[in-house]
């Protein structure tokens, strides 16, 4: 007894199975996370060294090699990129894809422990960290108040609004950006030191050492034992300036009588605006694996908290990534319903009874709905590629319910009970049905197991795909008969051909007829699609209307604050001239915002970031990328800057990396290909990452005259150091507040910092006392880099090219026909990055997974059939689906991307499906019934078509409303419908002609093949 019988004959068990699947789905999908891609979980992780005040050059030589040296030895290591900055090298090591993280954190930390020894003494503890968030800011706000300044509403977000924000489940960062930090700021006069013969470094240190509370031991004290501090601590500005401090020729001086102590801000490194105001914004990012919607649920529920918490605050939210999410997800579930709902009309259109109609129907829902729990139990979510694999297998759930329900449909026109026909019909299309359903899953599967970037998408897709499938043939062989045997009524029509039926059957006797002439023309088809394919544009996944623009604003090495300020207020002025601008949110340069107390890491001031809000794409009269497009055609009216504009997304630009050890033959072959790729036609902003020189002040020591005064050059970067910028953080003294500390930093007033006289006249400790610096040393203005970029252990210039809408193939193409990059020099090489890299993978990894799932799908079909050869006529209709697929992304004008490649993957499995019902059948009625091989395969033709056709026309039905793209964004959704679409209708038209003259041949080969065998054998 197979499942079909046991079904119709004990109902109730199948009822509870699917009531409990439907329910166990139901609770999935309302724990499903909402999210707009699949998190890239790539394990990397990053060291950070800092050497404050070190230049990058140094710092390239003393500490970056050093480190990559070392973890040169790790294995599985695929990238290795530096930025080398003023004080800061950050190395960023990327593993092969299947590396456990947390393993790569403690490979990475044992090989920089290994380097330690080789490093600068003064270089802080190096900082090994991986990546605790993912994405962009989820949700922006600004914070104004008319009762704080703007050192304590900095402190208001630094303290109570982070934390309250860092309680909530999902939030992984949050991050202040303008504003200022609290800190005492004490400011010699030079006149007063050279006077007293004491240095600025010594004042900063005998500070510290005067202010101090430290542990004195333990007595004993009335039979009681007793601690003992020491305190020596101040709670003001004006308290320390009142403090005498010890000279270290035994004099003491007041604090205030040789500097100005002033509680204040520290320097500003980082400026925010909002429509060009000034203001103090916080982001909040998610962390790994959070779902964005519910990350962004929970921080606004507790804003709103805070709202009334404190009245006299005001938050305002000014940029969110949630909407495009929730847009997105919106349209791929109605897209869901849409198809669903098409899928079934064509069903009835064609059966004409609602009864049949209701049976195929109930296949949708449950076969759907229990995937929601089976991808939740995975660790998969809600996003683009899951709801889109429902979505284009949604004609494919109702296939074999159709397909079950037009046989039980047509035994009941030869005059039998619903009970019987149900029991014959679903024993007579188990086979095919279960051998369809098992090709699909062959199919899916090894694109579940494809490596790279493009894995990481293409394993979620597979295994959605391959679960419903499953789910799809547990309801196609336990409830649609099981129903169809309880709700079917005898039919009393007899069934006619209909003129479409007469006309196909007469095609089919002629393709039979003139075998020869079909397989010419089914190979100048296929000669045809090779060359269609080469028309192609390919790229990895086009650029989608986020409503949201990025705008990188890079001013002259060695432009201060102001000026980079000035600059990108003029780029704001252009930006919010554009219609469908909301706002536009400014923030000037790169560091993150202090907590308790710290100062936080500075930023390059140099460089802004625009953000501007859109609104959404269905009340604007422009895309996204045509915005942009005018966009860097205005910004060539703002003279002195850099601009790059995008969000970094893919499909938006495409980076041309050189790498070598000279860095003068790099930086000359990065100026030929920028020259040559400017004479490109129709491609946006070329910018290079090749830092322009910047202005130092660099001071040259005498050695023999500071060896005889005493004077190291040790004590000579103290003196500069301490005089221009502080202290090293963890050196300076701290002033204790109730809830925080603020550091006390000791340097030189703006103004004598502007003059370098001052520096000439700086003491510098010697052995007889201080002496001034410019009798000891020269000081001279020189050129040195801004930044040093490194990538696998060699210094690297990359050159940006942003598209402007075009392939990344196509410019590919164009970029590598550039005399520069043909004949590169022999210390110079390119490498393969970013989409280009991730392209290569994606072509590669597809390649093997469809060579992988044509295999399974042979394996699957030669162990249902006993047969090694019929299976290849099944696969015959592989083939001839590419001609249409190609030709429906060419009048489209999609390029051959990844979402294209995911359609054909469906695609691969749903022609598989058509041949499979034809020569099942053909098979089956020559076992069975004892009809010749051409009699057979006219009679599969006859029987199999229409459900065939039913198929096809749901299927194009479900995917329709993806296809036409009318809502949201359809840029990943659009190029996978129309592959399948186009596709289906050629594959379809074509194996119902050319699978039956196939199926004549391969049979044809096997009778000569038995015979030659048999001859051999008798002789």
Not at 61 to 90: C, F, P, W, Y
Not at 509 to 520: A, Q, T, Y
Not at 828 to 839: F, K, L, N, P, Y
Not at 913 to 938: D, Q, W
Request: net charge negative; glycine share 10%; hydrophobic share 45%.
């Amino acid at each position: 007894m197979n499942l079909s019988t046991w079904a119709i004959r004990k109902p109730i068990p199948p009822l509870l199975i699917f009531g409990l699947l439907t329910f166990a789905g139901l609770v999935g999908f309302m724990k499903l996370p909402v999210q707009d891609m699949p998190d890239l979980a790539l394990p990397t992780v990053t060291v950070t060294a800092n050497l404050p005040g070190a230049t990058p050059s140094a710092l390239e030589t003393e500490v970056t090699r050093k480190i990559e040296d070392q973890l040169a030895t790790l294995g599985s290591i695929k990238h290795m990129t530096s930025t080398i900055n003023d004080g800061t090298s950050m190395t960023v090591i990327e593993f092969e894809l299947g590396k456990d993280v947390q393993e790569a954190v403690n490979d990475v930390r044992d090989a920089v422990s290994s380097a330690r020894g080789d490093l600068p003494g003064d270089l802080l503890e190096p900082l090994i960290s991986r990546a605790t968030t993912t994405g962009g800011a989820v949700l922006t706000y600004q914070v104004e108040s008319a009762a704080m300044d703007e050192a304590a509403l900095s402190w208001f977000v630094d303290n109570e609004i982070s934390k309250q924000l860092f309680s909530l489940k999902g939030v992984g960062e949050v991050t202040r950006q303008g504003g200022v930090t609290r800190e005492i700021r004490v400011e010699p006069d030079p006149d007063q030191l050279l006077a007293l013969g004491v240095t600025a470094g010594e004042i900063s240190s005998r500070l510290r050492e005067v202010r101090q509370e430290s542990p004195g031991g333990r007595i004993d004290l009335g039979g009681m034992e007793q601690s003992v501090r020491t305190i020596a601590t101040v709670g003001s500005a004006a308290e320390i300036a009142a403090l005498d401090i010890p000279l270290a020729d035994g004099r003491h001086v007041r604090f205030g009588a040789i500097a100005t102590v002033t509680d204040t801000a520290a320097e500003r490194r980082e400026m925010a605006f909002v429509d060009g105001k000034p203001a103090v914004t916080f982001e909040v990012k998610r962390a790994t694996g959070a779902s964005e919607v519910a990350v962004a649920v929970l921080v606004r529920e507790r804003v709103e908290k805070l709202r009334k918490d404190f009245p006299h605050v005001r938050l305002r939210e000014i940029n969110d990534s949630i909407e495009p999410v929730l847009t997105n997800y919106g349209v791929s579930m109605h897209s869901l319903y849409e198809g669903a709902i098409l899928a079934v009309i064509v069903v009835w259109l064609f059966l004409r009874d609602w009864r049949a109609t209701l049976i195929s129907a109930v296949a949708l829902p449950l076969s759907i709905i229990p995937t929601f729990i089976v991808i939740h139990l995975l660790g998969y979510q809600l996003n683009s590629v899951t709801l889109l694999a429902l979505t284009l297998i949604v004609g494919v759930l109702v296939d074999d319910a159709i397909v079950e329900v037009e046989n039980i449909m047509r035994h009941l026109r030869d005059g039998k009970s619903a009970m019987d026909a149900a029991l014959e019909a679903a024993s007579e299309i188990g086979l095919a049905v279960v051998a369809t359903s098992l090709t699909l899953v062959a199919v899916f599967l090894p694109t579940a197991f494809m490596g790279g970037i493009p894995g990481m998408f293409f394993v979620q897709f597979g295994w959605t795909a391959a679960i419903a499938v499953l789910f799809s043939l547990l309801v196609a062989r336990l409830l649609t008969p099981m129903m169809a045997a309880y709700l079917m009524k005898p039919q009393t029509a007899v069934e006619k051909d209909g003129r479409i039926t007469k006309t196909y059957m007469g095609m089919v006797r002629w393709c039979l007829g003139h075998p020869v002439k079909v397989m010419i023309a089914t190979g100048v088809f296929l000669a045809g699609s090779v060359g269609l394919s080469g028309l192609l544009s390919t790229t990895f996944m086009g650029a989608e209307d986020q409503s949201q623009i990025s705008v990188t604003v890079e001013a002259p090495p060695g432009s201060g604050i102001g000026h980079t300020a000035w600059l990108a207020e003029q780029a704001r002025k252009i930006i919010s001239e554009q219609a469908g601008v909301r706002n536009v949110h400014t923030v000037i340069g790169a560091g993150s915002s202090g907590g308790m107390g710290e100062s936080g890491s500075a930023g390059e001031v140099r460089k802004a970031t625009l953000n501007a809000a859109l609104v959404a794409p269905d009340k604007r009269d422009r895309t996204q990328q045509e915005i942009e497009t005018e966009l860097r055609g205005r910004f060539r009216e703002i003279a002195g800057a850099r601009f790059a504009v995008g969000g970094g997304g893919s499909g938006e630009k495409v980076s041309l990396v050189l790498a070598g050890d000279d860095q003068h033959s790099l930086a000359e072959t990065a100026r030929r290909v920028m020259a040559e790729l400017r004479t490109l036609p129709d491609l946006g902003n070329i910018t290079s990452s090749a830092s322009l020189l910047r202005p130092e002040v660099i001071i040259r020591p005498d050695f023999a005259l500071a060896a005889e005064l005493g004077v190291s050059a040790e004590a000579l970067g103290e003196a500069v150091r301490i005089a221009t910028t502080g202290d090293y953080d963890q050196n300076l003294p701290r002033l204790d507040l109730p809830n925080r500390q603020l550091y006390i930093r000791t340097q030189f007033s703006p103004g004598e910092r502007r003059d370098l006289a001052t520096l000439r006249h700086l003491r510098v400790a010697g052995k007889n006392g201080a002496v001034p610096l410019g009798n000891v040393a020269t000081i001279a203005i020189e050129g040195g880099p801004a930044q040093i970029d490194r990538f696998d252990r060699s210094r690297n210039i990359t050159i940006d090219i942003e598209l402007q809408g075009r392939p990344t193939g196509d410019v590919l193409e164009q970029v590598d026909t550039l005399p520069s990059l043909k004949q590169l020099p022999p210390d110079v090489r390119r490498i393969e990055s970013g989409d280009a890299e991730q392209m290569s993978e994606l072509f590669e990894s597809f390649g093997l997974a469809m060579a992988a799932g044509v295999l399974c799908v042979f394996a699957v079909l030669v162990l249902l059939f006993h047969d090694f050869m019929q299976p290849l006529t099944i696969l015959a209709a592989l083939p001839l689906s590419l001609g249409g697929a190609f030709g429906a992304l060419a009048l489209t004008g999609h390029s051959m991307s990844m979402p294209s490649l995911i359609g054909l993957v469906m695609l691969m499995g749903i022609v598989t499906k058509n041949s499979i019902l034809l020569v099942e059948y053909a098979i089956m009625s020559r076992r069975e019934h004892g009809l010749g091989r051409t009699e057979a395969i006219l009679d599969a033709c006859h029987k199999r078509a229409q459900p065939i056709v039913m198929t096809t026309i749901a299927m194009v039905a479900g995917m329709a409303p993806m296809a036409l793209g009318l809502q949201g964004s359809a840029e990943f959704r659009a190029p996978m419908a129309v592959a399948v679409i186009g596709g289906l209708v050629t594959s379809t038209a074509l194996s119902l002609l050319v699978v039956p003259v196939l199926f004549e041949l391969v049979d044809e080969v096997k009778i000569r093949m038995r015979r030659a065998v048999w001859r051999d054998g008798n002789a």
